[in-house]
């Protein structure tokens, strides 16, 4: 009789491992789609859906109420990372990405069948404010869970490359708002968009939700979460990590430069064509889409190479560029009319933020021990993306408006600089997972 040799099983087994691995990504970085979906998505459709849950007298009113309720979203996304990360330290990563998916389709379902203003009075903010504190807390504990999940899951030798998949979510939640956005403005008169059109983005983001719900409840615990006792699970708590104050500073300082320069490239950069470079709308609304579809296509590659040379010397890529690239970029990028010129400065600075954006997920997990992982990364990043990232856009206008938009350029490049000292800083010891 033929015994099966350990080639012939490794192809036989092959394909199986490749749908597994496929799942495996999928189920870890899918809630970063939603989150990005959503987050465009608010800001896009507030216009519309402004007067459907604050008075209407007074449209400027409305208009900032719906930001600040936006903004008050970010506030609790700490809270999430903390309570999100211990949930994910002691009962298991799939189950935390499990429980923030399903608060993501609750928030955005809340959105999408909320009575208006007229209809129901001041119950209608209040089920908005309610709403994005429920998405801001499970977005806050939506990046530790899936980072670790990801940097967990993956082969050794493959971590950079399965960890790169936690940014191509995060932009295709951009584009496929973009997407809706001009589909549904194309399809359906203004008049009707404010009346019930808006409604359409949320409830589609709750049915994508729910699929990432059904793609989660199949992916398996990560090996690194199994591997752990009962008395290590029961030991997780926020005062553990004062022992890992170190891992700690070093994940606040690689997310400040690196969510700094993500929001300033992709989220702030659309207004900046048009009030800054002086781009149409339209011009500006094909330039961002162009290049976030090549910065989402080469996050794989940057990672692959990430498992090859390591993920320091990309790290340094990006703090070096992004240090001293920062000022001459923006700079030409002002003073160009040209759409071509600024396809290509634009492309150039988000290559150069590839070389965070590709490894971040997978160098901020190697820091800490599998028992702190998702509670170590995702506490200071969610304190560093509330202070430095959700401020982005607010500090470069408010640079401009006082004449002085030089100075943003500055600001920007001495944060990346706090992520290029943070890179210098790292021991071969931090590499726990490099292999």
């Not at 192809?11 to 899918?30: C, Y």
């Not at 553990?240 to 992709?266: D, I, K, Q």
């Not at 607010?394 to 706090?418: D, N, P, Q, T, V």
Request: some cysteine; aromatic content about 12%; hydrophobic content about 50%.
């Amino acid at each position: 009789m033929h015994e099966t040799t350990p080639a012939e099983l490794d192809a036989a087994t092959r394909p199986l491992r490749r749908r597994s691995a496929l799942r495996s990504i999928a189920g870890g970085s899918i809630g970063n789609l939603i989150e990005w979906y959503d987050f465009h998505v608010y800001t896009t459709f507030s216009i519309f859906f402004a007067a459907s849950f604050f008075p209407r007298e007074n449209r400027t009113i409305q208009l900032l109420s719906t930001a600040a309720i936006f903004a008050i979203g970010f506030l609790l996304r700490p809270v999430g990372s903390w309570l999100i990360g211990l949930y994910a330290d002691r009962r298991g990563r799939r189950s935390a990405l499990t429980l923030s998916v399903i608060l993501m389709c609750a928030g955005s379902l809340a959105i999408g069948l909320c009575p208006t203003y007229p209809q129901i009075g001041m119950a209608a903010p209040l089920v908005l404010l309610l709403a994005r504190l429920v998405q801001g807390f499970s977005l806050g504990g939506e990046y530790g869970a899936s980072s670790v999940y990801l940097s967990e899951i993956a082969r050794p030798g493959h971590r950079g490359f399965y960890s790169s998949f936690h940014y191509v979510t995060l932009i295709l939640g951009q584009l496929l708002a973009t997407l809706v956005q001009v589909v549904l403005q194309a399809l359906i008169p203004r008049a009707e968009l404010i009346d019930w059109g808006w409604r359409v983005p949320f409830i589609t983001g709750a049915a994508l939700a729910l699929v990432a719900w059904w793609v989660r409840r199949n992916i398996d615990e990560t090996p690194d979460f199994r591997a752990l006792d009962e008395k290590d699970k029961r030991g997780v708590s926020l005062s553990a990590l004062r022992e890992h104050w170190r891992p700690v500073l070093l994940v606040f300082g690689l997310t400040t430069g690196g969510t700094l320069a993500f929001f300033t490239y992709t989220v702030y950069m659309h207004n900046y064509l048009v009030n800054t470079v002086g781009l149409s709308a339209q011009t500006s609304a094909w330039l961002s889409l162009s290049t976030l579809t090549l910065f989402m296509v080469v996050q794989p590659f940057f990672g692959a190479l990430s498992d090859r040379i390591g993920r320091r010397p990309l790290l340094l890529w990006f703090g070096i560029g992004g240090t001293f690239g920062t000022w001459p970029l923006l700079t030409a990028l002002a003073h160009t009319h040209s759409a071509t010129t600024a396809f290509l400065l634009l492309a150039l600075a988000l290559m150069i933020v590839s070389g965070y954006t590709s490894v971040c997920s997978v160098m901020k997990a190697q820091l800490f021990p599998a028992r702190l992982r998702a509670l170590g990364v995702g506490v200071p990043y969610a304190i560093a993306t509330a202070v430095f990232g959700g401020t982005a856009s607010y500090a470069g206008l408010w640079f401009k408006s006082i004449g002085h938009e030089s100075g943003f350029y500055l600001y920007a490049s001495a944060c990346i600089g706090c992520t290029l000292i943070a890179t210098l800083s790292l021991r071969s010891s931090d590499m726990k997972m490099e292999s």
